[in-house]
């Protein structure tokens, strides 16, 4: 399974009448069991891009090649719940094959067991977060995007949350594109990351992970931090995801 | 209780408004409650009753379903609203009472007359409370359930659905006290039976005690559907809400 983009540009027409560019061409591929990361400054295009490759926007020039009947999970920037379901319908709702025993051990992972039953509205952000993500575990995708899930949450719950990322990831054969503006998520997270430019955003580099994710220790992450910075005149990429 | 307390004080007022003005004007509570009870064992009051409330099961279920759809395609394709909204207007500020003359006239004077003008007056208040509904629907769990590939029925169910149903007990509570009210009118201009109709009789016998016996155990039936039906339905669709402190 092989997700290929190709867009050659969006404009977007505002209501004063302009037009402004919000995409330059982005060209990129990903195949099954790779994590893929966009990583650029806020405001680049990134959510606009994760539309267009979701088919939530088609007015655009250029073209997406998904598998049709590939599977999606997804991870929006706010959790995207239904405030009038459980955790567990919500999660039951997007996947209606999801077996008993699966689900358990989602919550028993994401340490939602204690909230089944509860309504989003009762949650905190951080359990929110990971109710959306165990809804997108749950119905076993092909394709996994997560839009930056782990934006918002303090240090120690985002780290935790990001190790729960990987294992699920790990776990089965999955396409996975991870957008952030945190160099370190990316680093810990991606096989191979696509650097954005500033709005219109296009690819400024495009840098594989060499090291396989459950092999990368701490140094290993150093290493990887500080050869990115030397590679891509590190300030100004340092500067552009912080 | 305090409800309770709050009717016996009713009861208090009204007989002691009785005593001061005479019982021709406004009788006292029991002698408005015997003609009630004469009403009931000769089983008038149960067929008049039953034909108005059935008059307004009908034209209420009609009202509510057809400008439900009509309000929420509204809100949903601009075209249909363009094409809708002169049609609503003149709708909405048509009197009611033109309404059930023309079905009349139009129409006879037939049962589907009655209920159709009924019908029509509800009609455009329902339009507006759903479109406004669907308006307010929320786009991004509508891209969720697309992301999620709900099917439709299924997000429809789920996803819209809970999200419509404050309007729709909104729309439910205001169209029903609206069609309580036309109703009576409509009876007392054409139809032979229901409590419109038996108050019309007693305006022209000026047989106050009848008049205000049937409109009472009217008000009482109003007031028991709002109870058990309207007010747990609302409860319903608002329980995931958290409760205000």
């Known amino acids: 399974m092989r997700l290929e983009v190709d867009i050659t540009g969006k404009t977007f027409r505002s209501a004063a009448g302009g037009t402004h560019e919000v995409l330059a061409p982005v060209k990129f591929a990903l195949q099954s069991g790779e994590v893929g990361v966009l990583i650029g400054p806020s405001g680049c295009g990134k959510s606009t891009m994760l539309r267009i490759i979701l088919g939530l926007d088609h007015d655009f020039a250029g073209h997406i090649a998904r598998p049709p009947e590939a599977r999606i999970g997804m991870v929006f920037q706010e959790p995207r719940l239904l405030p009038w379901r459980s955790v567990e319908q919500n999660v039951r709702l997007a996947a209606p094959g999801v077996t008993d025993g699966k689900l358990s051990e989602l919550f028993r992972i994401l340490e939602l067991d204690a909230h089944r039953s509860h309504y989003p509205g009762e949650l905190s952000l951080g359990l929110a977060r990971r109710v959306a993500l165990a809804r997108a575990f749950a119905v076993e995708p092909d394709i996994l995007v997560l839009d930056e899930p782990l934006a918002s949450l303090d240090d120690a719950l985002a780290g935790r949350l990001r190790d729960e990322i990987a294992t699920l990831v790990a776990s089965r054969p999955v396409m996975t594109l991870l957008v952030t503006h945190s160099l370190d998520d990316a680093v810990r997270l991606g096989d191979r990351l696509f650097f954005l430019s500033p709005r219109p955003a296009r690819i400024v580099a495009e840098v594989p992970i060499g090291i396989p994710r459950d092999t990368r220790g701490e140094t290993e992450i150093a290493a990887i931090k500080a050869s990115l910075a030397q590679r891509t005149q590190g300030d100004r990429i340092e500067r552009d995801v912080s | ?245």
């Not at chain 2, 089983?43 to 379903?65: D, E, I, K, Q, Y």
């Not at chain 2, 507006?128 to 509904?133: A, D, L, P, Y």
């Not at chain 2, 729709?168 to 032979?192: C, D, F, N, Q, T």
């Open chain 2, 1 to 245: 209780m305090l409800r309770l307390l709050s009717f016996a004080l009713f009861l208090v007022i009204w007989w002691i408004a009785a005593f001061l003005v005479g019982g021709a004007k406004l009788p006292s509570p029991p002698a408005v409650l015997q003609v009630m009870i004469a009403e009931a064992s000769s089983g008038a009051l149960f067929l008049h009753l039953g034909a108005t409330l059935a008059r307004v099961a009908l034209a209420f279920t009609l009202a509510m379903s057809l400008g439900s759809a009509i309000g929420y395609l509204m809100g949903r394709v601009k075209l249909a609203d363009r094409l809708g909204d002169p049609w609503l207007i003149l709708l909405l500020n048509l009197p009611a009472l033109v309404v059930i003359v023309l079905a009349y006239i139009w129409a006879g004077l037939t049962e589907a007359a009655a209920i159709a003008a009924i019908a029509i007056n509800k009609l455009p208040t329902a339009i507006v409370t759903m479109r406004e509904g669907t308006r307010a629907l929320d786009r991004s769990l509508d891209e969720m359930a697309s992301v999620f590939a709900m099917p439709r029925w299924r997000a429809f169910r789920h996803v819209v659905l809970p999200q419509l149903a404050p309007y729709i007990a909104a729309s439910a509570r205001s169209g029903l006290s609206l069609v309580w009210k036309i109703v009576l009118v409509a009876e007392l201009l054409g139809r032979p039976n229901g409590v419109g109709f038996e108050i019309g009789v007693a305006f022209q016998l000026f047989d106050t005690p009848r008049l205000l016996a049937y409109s009472l155990t009217f008000a009482a039936v109003v007031l028991v559907i709002e109870t058990l039906l309207v007010q747990p339905f609302e409860a319903r669709a608002n329980r995931w809400r958290p409760r205000a402190a």
